[in-house]
């Protein structure tokens, strides 16, 4: 069967009326937390993981990735009208869009940002699903090396490739290493790092990690800077619609984005912050208005919103096809795929093509639910931002631990909990990045036993890692991503130093 | 200790500790992985090399950022609240400490006031009676209806019998 049979078929399953009801809990759910700020995808869709282990796994899959999509399209309303983004992708969007609202066109900033994510979402899912079976005959040929060869190339490109230290994002990695160590060793039953302690013997739960240093790591950040009156919410002046002049100028600035989005994406290059941040780049490189870019120049909501949505769509190529998340929120949806028994490669395309092709049918009709939602609901959602902050927080943090509670309150776990978040807010204030950690603790073990395979099938010869060409374009293009930036730093830091220099005259 | 001389010598101090810390769990990583028996097999790579080397990446990144964090000290950190912060982990660790006993809806009623408090709520009359119904609200979805098996004590007990 082709491509088409199989979206065809996948739609069957995306329309029958539970698959519906789960992508719409999801969609709604994730604009939710996309508005909210301190709340991401990655930690809701950790959140519901315990909650949905005796659901339908299908159904659940979906959902998760209906808040990921979701919680693109949230992620703007937030960065537009208050200047806050509700998650990182949006922080782009700030820069434009909340001027935009300030000079009484919230409407068509908000338009152009949710038609935009539409357009994206939907060119990018459909890409997805031709893309995906291609990568899959190409993964059939991966051995243990050329796994092994593509982790290591994630490792780099989540930890030390962007943000601003290598150092940094490498220490954040090691640690989440480090933890994955924690636990029986897969390949010989050795316990390591368990102290003794038997809950420690099943290594560290992901979800714990992943709620304590998103939720409370964050919540304590927020509150150690002390109260903040913040700006005030922008009221939506005039309708959410754009004139025949935002069309114009804002259609090829989403095609852009999508076409700069979705590679970043599907490549293990850095999720949906690198993609928004490049396009916003291309934008204001190719403007015809370039006065208007710092004061709201629609090209600037229009192609980052575009590029974030179509990034999203395109993490999920190597997630699905490969079993790699290049995100945290991909790592967690990882953690989901196995949670219900299933692992995300060539295999479960083969062995589960309906639960894959349902899953990628339901991103086409999530993106279709997420329209309306985020077009003509838009008002009710602005009402979510009017919860006091205390609230907030105190409502966060009560679902956050409710996952811990209910599947492994042991007394080790708890403390898990207040050691995480404690270490996640100390990581926040040293400008440590929180992702490396995740993706390193779910990457982890599956690179070491590549790595250890790849040897064992070699009898311990470790030029075999670079003998076979894949892998060694691979591990170069690792080496790349890990020593071009630093240079490029070297001699950015020089010009910003020379900046503040002359700031201060 | 004035707040101007922790705000002066803090970014060395912090880039040191993370440095101690970091060779502290490199050095724990070593140690547990060269207490492993090497039944290394083919690959000649055991249970406990991937630790060691681990451990070792550890010490190296730790030995670097003591010595970036010597060479030029990074940025001035924004000042930070410690009475928000007492009162969020303080919550969190009452509530990790008594949720056996006193069960989901007080538990998380404690953590839901301290966590308001830290934000700045002050009326706590109506942070505490919004705690229990969020908490009685939770816990009738995911416990009663979902299946999601919260820790019970008294206030459940009372009110749906288990």
Known sequence: MDTFAFLLQGLATAFEPMMLLYALIGVTLGTAVGVLPGIGPALTVALLLPVTYGLDAAGSLIMFAGIYYGGMYGGSTTSILLNTPGESASVITALEGNKMARAGRGGPALATAAIGSFVAGLIATLMLAFLAPHVVKLALVFGPREYFALMVLAFVTVSAAFGESALRGLVSLFIGLALAMVGIDQLTGQTRLAFGVPQLLDGIEVTTLAVAMFALGEALFVAAQGPDGGPGILAIKGRVRMTVQDWARSWKAWLRGTAIGFPIGSMPAGGADIASFLSYAAERNLTKHPEEFGKGAIEGVAGPEAANNAAAAGTLVPLLTLGLPTTATAAIMLAGFQQFGLQPGPLLFASAPQLVWGLIASLLVANVMLLVLNLPLIRFWILLLRIPQPWLYGGILVFATLGTLGVNPSPVELAMLVIFGTMGYLMRLFNYPIAPVVVGLILGPMAEQQLRRALSISQGDWTTLVQSPIAAVLLLLAAVALIVPMILRARGRGDALSQIGAAED | ?162
């Not at chain 2, 101007?4 to 050095?27: K, N, W, Y």
């Not at chain 2, 547990?32 to 630790?51: F, T």
């Not at chain 2, 809806?105 to 839901?112: D, E």
């Not at chain 2, 119904?133 to 008294?154: E, K, M, R, S, T």
């Open chain 2, 1 to 162: 200790m004035t707040p101007q001389d922790t705000m002066e010598r803090r970014p060395d101090r912090a880039a040191v500790a993370i440095a101690v810390f970091l060779i502290g769990l490199g050095i724990l990583l070593i140690w547990d992985g060269s207490r492993i028996p090497s039944k290394a097999g083919y690959s000649g790579v055991g249970a406990g090399d991937v630790p060691r080397l681990i451990g070792a990446v550890l010490v190296f990144l730790g030995l670097a950022t003591g010595v970036q964090g010597w060479r030029n000290p990074g940025p001035r950190r924004p000042r930070q609240q410690p009475v928000p912060l007492l009162w969020l982990l303080g919550g969190m660790i009452v509530m990790v400490a008594s949720i056996h006993s006193v069960g989901f809806v007080i538990g998380s009623t404690i953590l839901f006031t301290c966590a308001a408090a830290a934000f700045g709520e002050r009326r706590f009359v109506r942070a505490i009676l919004s705690g229990i119904g969020l908490g009685l609200f939770i816990y009738l979805v995911f416990d009663v209806l979902l299946q999601l098996n919260l820790p019970a004590g008294p206030i459940e007990m009372l009110i749906f019998g288990r």
